[in-house]
Nanobody
Framework: QVQLVESGGGLVQAGGSLRLSCVAS????????MGWFRQAPGKEREFVAT????????YYADSVKGRFTISRDNAKNTLYLQMNSLKPEDTAVYYC???????????????????WGQGTQVTVSS
């Protein structure tokens, strides 16, 4: 089992920045692909970014490419999402997720992930 706890959300003006963190605890000795998803009111949960355990490759949704950066510090069991040039349409609850690396699922699908955090609210005002 792995427990994930996000932090760093808040209210920011359009054009501003936030950095989200996700601390993992539990069986962190195993390899996990880590991702960020978000869900706005009335919408489905959508893929934002992921970082692969083996090799550290990163992938982004087109809507955030060039503005968001995903990274991880394995020594601290922490995942980050640096969000720059925020837009009102980025407003959502942001979730951290972990997939056991051996499963190799489609990284952009929420159902590929085994563990989820409780989410942190990001609100971008215009």
């Amino acid at each position: 089992q792995v427990q994930l706890v996000e932090s760093g959300g808040g209210l920011v003006q359009a054009g501003g920045s936030l950095r989200l963190s996700c601390v993992a605890s539990g069986r962190t000795s195993l390899g996990y692909n880590m991702g960020w998803f978000r869900q706005a009111p009335g919408k489905e949960r959508e893929f934002v970014a992921t970082i692969i355990w083996s090799g550290g490759s990163t992938y982004y949704a087109d809507s955030v490419k060039g503005r968001f950066t995903i990274s991880r510090d394995n020594a601290k069991n922490t995942l980050y999402l640096q969000m720059n040039s925020l837009k009102p349409e980025d407003t959502a609850v942001y979730y951290c997720a972990a997939e056991q690396a051996w499963r190799g699922g489609r990284y952009y699908l929420a159902r590929s992930y085994d563990y989820w955090g409780q989410g942190t609210q990001v609100t971008v005002s215009s």
